[in-house]
């Protein structure tokens, strides 16, 4: 589960500040999918940036599983950081290595031995419908089948939250539906799923809640049907 308190990011632009982010409070408990969506300006990517804490919020907490990554210091953060699966809007992945050896990249970073990563990526391949790709390189796939990489990749480290950033922007309407089907098949009840996008099919199609991120602040949040009558 992921908690996000009173979140405020300020910046400075030219002599005046901009609240980039406003007071942002949410919560998406383990097992649902929650699309946060907004125009651009809303603060989208500043939300990515402190949710993962690239960016230092200005003032408020994220918590991840009872752990709050404001408050924790490099070693901690380093390892909160791993509970928190990043999908973007392009994969961006290593060109010269394997789609087995993308997927199991995190796992070299926590040096988890070779027995133990070939078992996972061989287990994430099959999830995300790419075990026979995996001597493939990336530059041999579709981009649909790329993204499926991305994600197996972000869910190396059995990350409690996947965090979805964008994730079909760069893709065309069937490739989208397929990643966004796999997505709804990535539930299971430990993991929370937040979708940001700027696409209101895609939160219609695959979040159980929605909250509408506009200058900074949640304007509306609940249950997604409740949300779309209003609007
Ligand atoms: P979105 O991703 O929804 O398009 P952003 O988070 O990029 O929105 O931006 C929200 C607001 O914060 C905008 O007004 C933007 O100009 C401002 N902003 C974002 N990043 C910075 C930054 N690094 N410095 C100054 N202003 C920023
Ligand atoms: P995206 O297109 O991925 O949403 P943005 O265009 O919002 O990204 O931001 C790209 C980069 O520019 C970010 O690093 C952000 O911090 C910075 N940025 C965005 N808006 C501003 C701004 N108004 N002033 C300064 N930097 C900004």
């Known amino acids: 589960m992921i908690t996000v308190t009173d979140l405020t990011k300020v910046y400075s632009q030219g002599g005046r500040t901009v609240h980039a982010l406003d007071g942002v409070s949410l919560t998406v408990p383990s097992g649902s999918i929650h699309g946060i969506i907004g125009h651009s300006g809303a603060g989208k990517s500043t939300l990515v940036r402190c949710l993962t804490m690239l960016d230092k919020p200005t003032s408020g907490t994220v918590t991840i599983n009872g752990v709050d990554l404001t408050a924790a210091r490099a070693d901690a953060l380093r390892s909160a950081r791993r509970r928190i699966g ?58 649909g089948m790329r993204q499926r990489v991305g994600i197996a990749r972000a869910l190396a480290t ?36 937040l979708v940001i996008t700027h696409e209101m099919h895609v939160v219609k199609r695959i979040c159980d809640s929605v909250s509408l991120l506009e200058g900074g602040r949640i304007i509306e949040s609940g249950p997604l049907t409740e949300v779309v009558s209003r609007l």
Do not use: C, H, M, W
């Not at 070779?114 to 981009?143: F, H």
């Not at 069937?174 to 929370?192: C, G, K, M, N, Y």
């Open 86 to 143: 990043l999908v973007f809007q392009q994969a961006n992945l290593f060109d010269s290595r394997t789609i087995a050896q993308n997927v199991g990249y995190p796992l070299e970073i926590v040096k988890a031995d070779a027995a133990r990563r070939k078992a996972k990526v061989d287990e994430l391949l099959g999830r995300v419908g790419l075990a026979d790709a995996s001597n493939a390189y990336p530059a041999q796939l579709s981009g």
């Open 158 to 193: 059995d990350p409690d939250v996947l965090l979805f950033d964008e994730p079909t922007s760069a893709l065309d309407p069937r490739t989208t539906d397929e990643v966004l089907d796999l997505i709804v098949s990535l539930r299971t009840p430990e993991l929370a799923v």
